[in-house]
């Protein structure tokens, strides 16, 4: 069996008194998720979340490590994957999302980000960060 492991983040910032998240939605199967990417060697779990954020999205971000969610599936048969996510705060607003991977990046208020995404896992994570940002 392959293991693969990826992080990434629940970006929030705060607008007009609203907490809004940062949902991407992927080129290739065009389901709305969150920000993250493949470790590197000798990256850490943070750095990773940090690094993929950026190049997916183009926001800098300030990662909590003491909001720590996996998520564990198997995206094709003898491999599993573990994704490890993060709070992050957008230290930046402005949205330049990755041509090859991503077609769009979107701030949305956290309440009605449950309806955009396209996995439990992902809804779940969502419910917790909620409890979670300040």
Known sequence: ???EKSCGGIVY?????NTEILLIKHINSGHWSFPKGHMENGETE???AVREIKEETGVDVLVDPTFRELVTYSPKKDTQK????????A?????VP???EISDVRWVEINLAADMLAYENDRCIVNKA?????
């Open 1 to 3: 069996m392959l293991h």
């Open 13 to 17: 910032r705060k607008y007009h008194g």
């Open 46 to 48: 943070t750095q990773t």
């Open 82 to 89: 573990i994704v490890v996510y993060f709070i992050a705060k």
């Open 91 to 95: 230290k930046n607003v402005s949205l």
């Open 98 to 100: 990755q041509e090859n």
């Open 130 to 134: 909620k409890k979670f940002i300040p």
